[in-house]
């Protein structure tokens, strides 16, 4: 148990003040859903934590778990009255992230679980607007058990919410609108810092009826805000669903050169902005030769020709890009036909292969068959169930060192997800200034590999810097120290890949205000606009400070204190 929890008092709060605004929750909630003991409080803590059971671990002091937008505005208010820092979670399940945990230790959660129903949802317009409870698992049991023809488009892990995970930017699977979660938002329903409730867009409106229908309204759209924001708690947000296919389709097309890519990315790109494909799938099978000497010796040289040689004799090709399509049997077959047409004219020397070719919706054994339908030696990596926007929990299998699995190979599944162009000319020069950034941030290491590639959202690649970045010894260091150090490797890294422009798009709390740092055009606009703005409409500094790096001025002096 980290020091002091359960018996921790907010910042700048005495204990006869908390004592006060703990009866006012209970006032506005009920006695049973305010929670101060360890062992009610241990739930809200990140099990990941790098500071875990340390004195700094970001841990809440109390938690508390309205039912309704008025039990928010209570509790939202009382806060302000004792100006009690508070932290608002929908699901609360964004680990990896940080879990459920505040950027700022001894703040009270606002656990919005209860306020979990699906408030509308319409199979003929496609949108549904839901409570911050709400998860994929919920919301995807709610259209099965009404047989409506619409989809979701799923986080891994399925027991995470549309709210949480689209206000922390979080991504999905399907088709470009759709996996772009805060693109796929459209109107929200915000307490804002002093108890007011605000709608956005049309819902600003009264009597409109297309509030999930054009996002925008009139004059600025401050919806933007409230995404990695601290401006106010979302207590309704609509969303988007992709009307259900009849049909999905897949195919395989490797190419056999290094600088194939290049032609590749820009083929694909075409046919994802032009909305024929979902999410493409990038790999290379190249990463199987990573241990070879001569392979490492030729990554570590960026030397193509030599990587080209290596890849023939290997019988491997350089990359490969899964492709899928929803549609119909017949316009998934002609978009498929197309793309190979195309991708041929552009990497004549590519080899194309059919896919799945399911009939939707897809059934659960289709979606939990193992074989792939490739002839081998290509894989694939496309994975049903979120392709098909059914959530599951197997994802679940691979979050990292615990407790309870003190050796595993994942360093609790912390790293940096830097933003690169979508280009293979982009990816290149990453790889090559990534490789860069190893040498110089841990003499006599390198880095080696060559595909170091993930399409993020829908206009970007991402490069996810994990376990493989740290030394084996640090890797292996699950000691508080071990952490520590792994913490400040990850630091020095944001620094250096600041300098070559690569952001990250989302951190946990212990290192957002290093990635709101990378974010420094005219010595920080970007940051001063946010706490202007913070200042002005959360005066007392309640809600959530320090979360993406904006700490209101009641809370400044803590920017950058869980730097050691
Ligand atoms: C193995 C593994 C796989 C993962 N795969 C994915 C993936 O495919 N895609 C992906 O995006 N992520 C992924 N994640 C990260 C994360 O687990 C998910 O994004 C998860 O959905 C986030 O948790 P949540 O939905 O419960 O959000 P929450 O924890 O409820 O919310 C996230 C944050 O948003 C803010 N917030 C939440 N609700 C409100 C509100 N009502 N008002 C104001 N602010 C609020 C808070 O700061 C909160 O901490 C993965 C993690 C693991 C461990």
């Not at 609509?238 to 050169?257: A, C, D, N, Q, S």
Request: charge should be neutral; aromatic fraction near 10%.
């Amino acid at each position: 148990m980290a020091a002091g929890v359960g018996t921790i008092l907010p910042p700048g709060v005495s204990a006869d003040d908390f004592a006060a605004v703990l009866r006012q929750f209970e006032a506005a909630v009920g006695k049973d859903w305010v929670f101060t003991n360890d062992e009610d409080i241990h739930p809200y803590r990140d099990y990941f934590s790098i500071l875990k059971d340390q004195n700094d671990e970001l841990v809440p002091s109390a938690a508390v778990c309205p039912a309704s937008v008025e039990e928010v505005q209570a509790v939202v208010r009382a806060a302000n009255r004792f100006k009690v820092p508070l932290y608002a979670i929908s699901t609360g399940k964004n680990f990896a992230y940080g879990g459920p945990a505040p950027n700022l230790r001894g703040s009270v959660t606002v656990d919005l679980k209860r306020m979990n129903r699906v408030l509308e949802i319409d199979e003929r317009r496609n949108f549904a607007l839901v409570e911050p409870g709400v998860s994929y698992m919920d919301l995807y049991r709610y259209i099965e058990e009404r047989g409506l023809k619409v989809m979701i488009d799923t986080a891994d892990v399925g027991w995470g919410g549309l709210m949480g995970n689209a206000l922390d930017r979080g991504l999905g699977y399907t088709l470009g609108l759709y996996r772009d979660h805060i693109s796929a938002h459209y109107g929200m329903e915000v307490v804002l810092p002093d108890g007011e409730l605000m709608r956005t867009g049309m819902g600003a409106m009264p009597g409109s009826k297309a509030w999930q229908e054009y996002k925008h309204g009139f004059g600025p759209d401050p919806s933007g805000l409230f995404a990695q924001g601290n401006y106010g708690i979302v207590v309704k947000m609509g969303f988007r669903l992709m009307p259900r296919p009849e049909h999905w389709r897949t195919g395989l097309i490797t190419v056999p050169k290094r600088a194939d890519f290049i032609p590749l990315v820009d083929t694909v790109n075409y046919l994802s902005d032009l909305f024929v494909i979902g999410e493409p799938l990038y790999s290379s099978p190249l990463q199987s030769l990573l241990t070879d000497p001569e392979f490492q010796k030729a990554a570590i040289a960026f030397d193509e020709a030599a990587l080209d040689r290596i890849a023939a004799a290997n019988n491997r090709h350089s990359w490969q890009v899964e492709l899928q399509f929803y549609g119909s049997e017949k316009s998934t077959l002609a978009n498929w036909e197309w793309a190979k047409e195309l991708i041929l004219r552009a990497v004549p020397q590519a080899n194309c292969f059919d896919g799945d070719s399911l009939k939707v919706p897809v059934t659960q054994a289709q979606i939990d068959a193992a074989e792939h339908p490739y002839p081998a030696p290509y894989t694939s990596v496309m994975r049903r169930n979120v392709m098909h926007g059914v959530p599951k929990l197997y994802m679940w299998r691979s979050p990292g060192r615990t407790d309870n699995d003190p050796n595993s190979w994942n360093e609790t599944h912390i790293g940096l997800f830097s933003v690169v162009a979508r280009s293979g000319e982009a990816v290149f020069q990453a790889q090559k200034d990534f490789a860069d950034v190893v040498r110089r941030s841990r003499p006599g290491e390198q880095y080696v590999s060559a595909a170091l590639i993930t399409p993020l959202q829908w206009h970007q690649f991402g490069f996810f810097i994990g376990n493989s970045f740290f030394g084996t010894a640090t890797r292996n260091d699950n000691s508080p120290e071990g952490k520590l150090k792994q913490l400040k490797e990850l630091r020095a890294v944001l620094k250096m890949n600041a300098q070559l422009g690569y952001g990250d798009y989302r951190a946990p709390p212990i290192l957002q205000d290093d990635v709101a740092d990378q974010y420094s055009f005219n010595n920080h606009q970007l940051r001063r606009f946010n706490e202007a703005l913070k200042d002005a409409i959360d005066p007392n500094g309640i809600l959530s400070p320090g979360r993406g790096g904006i700490w209101p001025k009641a809370h400044r002096a803590n920017r950058g204190a869980l730097r050691k």
